[in-house]
């Protein structure tokens, strides 16, 4: 099947130039991937479904001019198909290897996305800067850790009121129960929208930030992970 009808299938309503940006997309990460390692998924039918319209799902919950941080945003998931859909956000991509910058950094060029920023940083190491702590009102991850870990990485980027959006699987349930006290501590509230989705059971924690992130949040690089809270 030909990219075009794939993108038509996976993603159905958008523009005509969105399904043009999306088929750039396909094609220029499956050509860096062949020199980098960005994705191990690399039949366009597959992208198509399991990182375009995958990221998509929870585009209904970003407020209309958001300002959005995608953190360890890798290949550009899910930030950068939001933004694809969604022109209006103020997106910031976030990713700890340089490499990974360099071809979002190559993408967005090609697609002629406006206010998408990049930053060169570990998530610990990003939340410390006065420019990105507690600016953002979503943040996004997949992908990335399990939820107690995220939650450390993710909330101190909001804003009172802003969303921490966590992608995740049927397990969504079982790590947010997990996560009682990493949202006690960093004064959130959360709950679980589910999707429907031919590639999988698809969940998002949805994360309220209710109060302000105490300063010793993020811990320093390596320790969320190695003890999450």
């Not at 890798?74 to 976030?94: S, Y």
């Amino acid at each position: 099947m030909a990219l075009e009808a794939i993108l038509h299938e996976a993603l159905p309503g958008l523009t005509s130039g969105q399904y043009a940006a999306f088929a750039t997309y396909c094609e220029l990460l499956l050509d860096w991937n062949s020199r980098m390692n960005l994705t191990a998924i690399t039949e366009p039918g597959e992208v198509a479904q399991k990182h375009f319209a995958d990221s998509l799902l929870p585009a209904a919950l970003l407020p209309e001019g958001a300002k959005v941080i995608d953190v360890g945003t890798g290949a550009g998931f899910p930030g950068l198909p939001l933004k694809i859909l969604r022109p209006d956000i103020r997106l910031t991509l976030l990713d700890s290897l340089q490499k990974r910058i360099g071809f979002l950094q190559a993408l967005c060029e090609a697609l002629g996305l406006l206010d998408v920023a990049f930053f060169h940083a570990r998530a610990e190491d990003g939340a410390r800067q006065p420019n990105l702590r507690a600016g953002f009102d979503i943040a996004l991850s997949r992908a990335v850790a399990p939820c107690p870990v995220l939650l450390e990485l993710t909330v101190p980027f909001l804003r009172l009121g802003g969303q921490s959006l966590m992608y995740k699987g049927p397990q969504a349930a079982e790590e947010l129960a997990g996560a009682r006290n990493a949202l006690s501590l960093l004064r959130c509230e959360a709950r679980i929208e589910a999707y429907p989705a031919p590639w999988g059971e698809r969940r998002v924690i949805i994360a309220t930030k209710r109060g302000e992130t105490a300063k010793a949040y993020p811990r320093k690089a390596g320790t969320p992970a190695k003890a999450p809270l």
